[in-house]
């Protein structure tokens, strides 16, 4: 059954540094997505993204975030200058529908520790 | 105002069980709605859509009241797999229509 990849599964780095999280969407998806989860609270959006620019952003995604379709598998999302409030899990998402009827299907997420 | 509201739980049930999950949504123009389970540190995973017919898959029943902005899912003869925390999803309905809303989710155990 195809799924979506992440990479790393956990990072660490230090606050002010930047760190960028690899995604691997499903191969004939072309809507995908990224969302955070902090401890013991609610998934939240992020972004969402199609045909190389963003569809869709929250007041979350701002200008410390970017998100870039590098080549024709991954889905990436930077951040640039972390601060300890980063600290969370971090899902990617994929879909094969853009809006209202699309079923998201979830990586395994990045745990992101900021120091 | 909660966009998504869910009882957290937790509910305890022996295995055999029905057990209830109710959830409310604020944006009437929400278009599409979802339940996903959540394991532990463990990314959502879709459970099943729901429509406003209601549907079924398996032991899981879902409805929706677009009136009432409530959906609702039935978990008949709980295994203990069941166990998870059960997450009420919604199309966010803004902009291009892609954000997905989360509940904070309702935690289910079932114990043998």
């Known amino acids: 059954e195809p799924e979506v990849t992440q990479t790393p599964s956990h990072q660490v780095t230090q606050m002010g540094q930047e760190v960028i999280l690899r995604c691997v969407p499903i191969?004939?998806?072309?809507?995908f997505y990224w969302y955070r989860q902090i401890l013991g609270q609610k998934v939240e959006f992020l972004v969402s993204?199609?045909?190389?620019?963003?569809?869709?952003k929250s007041e979350i995604f701002d200008d410390q975030f970017s998100v870039e379709r590098p080549d024709g598998s991954n889905f990436t999302l930077k951040i640039r200058s972390t601060k300890l409030e980063d600290s969370a899990m971090y899902f990617c998402a994929s879909s094969s529908e853009g809006a209202f009827y699309n079923e998201q299907f979830f990586g395994p997420g990045t745990r992101l520790t900021v120091l | 105002r909660k966009e998504v509201e869910q009882d957290p739980g937790p509910f305890n049930v022996p295995e055999g069980a029905t057990v209830a999950f109710n959830c409310t949504y604020s944006?009437?123009?929400?278009?599409?709605f979802f339940w996903y389970r959540q394991d532990c540190r463990k990314e959502p995973k879709l459970l099943m859509s729901v429509y406003s017919s209601g549907n079924e898959d398996g032991r899981f029943t879902a409805q929706l009241n677009r009136a009432s902005q409530y959906i609702s899912l039935l978990i008949r003869d709980s295994k203990l797999s069941d166990s998870a925390t059960y997450l009420c999803?919604?199309?966010?309905?803004?902009?291009?229509?892609?954000?997905?809303?989360f509940g904070k989710g309702t935690t289910l155990s079932v114990s043998s």
């Open positions: 944006n009437s123009a929400s278009q599409s």
């Open positions: 999803v919604v199309n966010g309905a803004n902009q291009a229509g892609t954000a997905l809303i």
């Open positions: 993204f199609y045909n190389n620019e963003i569809s869709e």
């Open positions: 191969s004939n998806h072309l809507y």
